[in-house]
């Protein structure tokens, strides 16, 4: 017995998934027909891709081995077919993308509505989650990185950069004291972010050393935000979160002009060649889309001080990092 494209294709619709009936509402089929795909491309393979117990499947660690070596190799087929297919041929198929969720619901959703509208006959999936994904091995065509990139086997391009801002509400600082300089963030404590500790992304300096963590934490920008205006303590969050508590005075920004490393803000994904059209398709997308400021950093950003940043220009894209 052989096996086709169309049983990798839908072993991998299952994993992605997590269950049958998961892959078969994506792939608009009946739970039958992908099981019986399923036991069939088992059964020319000779191994138990995934267990089955009380209705729930579970990848085997042979599906998870197979699947890092298919995902590429059928990218890889597909980017070769689209390579001949006529220019003027619309965009076919899935495109999945991860993104942190902050990021992505603030300021990805007009973008990727835009590039979904332009291509009607694209598959677009969203996850959006803060923990970072192993793009390759969950299935993602590409991914929003924030911050300087880890994992150097990513192809990426970067969009735009955002300052950290540490801020506080008005109540907070009337009752425990303003922060007019460095050292008086020694008398203060700081929401805690438990995806990473405080010192591995305290952005000014070793000179300056950070706050205590407070008794609070959370594993989510925006929650961090919101316990900031709560009076609960200071914060350490992107642009991109506090932008709108600033301009409201729900926060107020602290020590807007010391020196830091701004945060990098990219578009990534698998190494793979010749790259899929959807993928360079929507690289381009983005990066057009983030070719001028950031909207949310307008007004917000001082002009060049002393070790202070000056706000970004207009600038072309950059090329991909192919």
């Known amino acids: 017995m052989g096996w086709t494209i ?70 890889e087929l597909v980017a070769a077919t689209e390579s001949v297919a006529a220019p003027e041929a619309g965009l076919r198929g899935r495109l999945a993308i991860a993104a942190p969720m902050s990021f992505g619901i603030r300021h990805l959703g007009p973008v990727i509505a835009g590039f979904a509208r332009a291509h009607p006959g694209l598959e677009i999936v969203l996850d959006y989650d803060d923990r970072q994904t192993d793009l390759g091995r969950a299935g993602f065509d590409l991914g929003l990185r924030i911050g300087h990139l880890k994992d150097s086997s990513l192809m990426a391009r970067r969009l735009c950069e955002d300052p950290r801002a540490l801020v506080a509400s008005p109540d907070y600082l009337a009752q425990h004291g303003a922060v007019a300089a460095p050292a008086d963030l020694a008398g203060h404590e700081v929401i805690g972010y438990l995806n990473a500790r405080l010192a591995e992304i305290w952005p000014f300096g070793a000179e300056i050393p950070p706050p205590r963590q407070s008794r609070v934490s959370a594993n989510n920008g925006e929650a961090m935000r919101d ?80 070790g202070g940043p000056a706000p970004r220009t207009p600038r072309p894209p950059e090329p991909p990092s192919l």
């Open 227 to 306: 316990l900031a205006i709560g009076g609960l303590g200071l914060a350490l969050l992107p642009l991109f979160i506090v932008h709108d508590a600033l301009r409201d005075g729900r926060l107020v920004r602290l020590l807007p002009d010391l020196a830091q490393d701004p945060l990098p803000i990219s578009v990534v994904w698998p190494p793979i060649r010749p790259l899929p059209r959807k993928t360079r398709a929507f690289v381009d997308h983005i990066a057009a889309a983030f070719a001028v400021d950031p909207p949310w950093q307008r007004g917000l950003l001082r002009p060049a001080t002393a």
């Open 6 to 75: 169309t049983d990798i294709e839908t072993f991998l619709a299952v994993l992605d998934a997590g269950s049958i009936s998961g892959a078969a509402a994506r792939g608009d089929l009946s739970k039958s027909v992908v099981s019986k795909r399923i036991s069939d491309f088992e059964a020319a393979l000779g191994v138990a891709l995934f267990t089955r117990h009380a209705g729930r499947i579970t990848a085997t660690d042979s599906a998870l081995a197979l699947a890092e070596r298919l995902r590429p190799a059928l990218a």
